[in-house]
């Protein structure tokens, strides 16, 4: 059944197929929530309001755009709102989950690691504004235009933000290494 066959079934009062969309679509939500909060548990309260926020506006639900894009547009709204009101820009490193690879020593992983947090790092330090359509261009594998229609901002403005992303990320990173276990 599609999407659209569901929300239309919902909206006729069989509120139990609203639990397909969530089927659907929690790890996508939850995915693009973690990736901007780095919080498990704080994604896992904010995918809760998003499905919240869904069902409540499914009636608003246009069928001429995609409703994974819909609701990715909720998602990223809801968590800017979210940081908007907590005023809370980035975690300590001692918060990042960690996960040890079973590749190579210790030596390796430790470097990996560092890598990863110098990554996380640069990516936490870029206001929202950048940080979201390259996350969602990166990490979620959306294309141009649907970062334009998830965060409603023209092509070629998203185009610009991703571009000037990679490059405060690599100014960030090459910076870091200067400084940090590289630069030794």
């Known amino acids: 059944m599609e999407d659209y066959e569901i929300i239309q079934c919902c909206l006729q009062g069989k509120k139990e197929m609203f639990e397909e969309l969530v089927s659907r679509y929690k790890n996508l939500v939850y995915s693009i929530i973690l990736r901007m909060t780095n919080d498990s548990e704080e994604a896992n309260d ?31 709204n809801l968590v800017i709102d979210s940081r908007r009101k907590q005023k809370q820009s980035t975690i300590s ?6 996960e040890p ?3 190579g020593g210790p030596e390796e992983a430790y470097l990996r690691q560092e890598k990863s947090n110098e ?17 969602l261009f ?19 403005k998203v185009k610009n933000r991703i571009f000037r992303a990679r490059k405060m990320l690599k100014e960030y990173l090459l910076n870091s290494k200067e400084g940090g276990i590289y630069g030794m």
């Open 119 to 135: 990554v996380m790092d640069a990516l936490n330090a870029l206001p929202d504004m950048y940080r979201i359509p390259i996350i």
């Open 138 to 156: 990166h990490q979620q594998g959306l294309s141009y235009q649907e970062i334009s229609d998830v965060i409603n901002e023209p092509l070629s």
């Open 46 to 76: 904010l995918a809760q309001e998003v499905f919240i926020k869904v069902y409540r506006n499914l009636d608003k639900y246009e069928p001429t755009y995609k409703f994974s894009t819909w609701i990715m547009r909720i998602t990223t």
């Open 101 to 103: 690879s079973t590749e």
């Open 93 to 98: 490193v001692e918060e990042m989950p960690y």
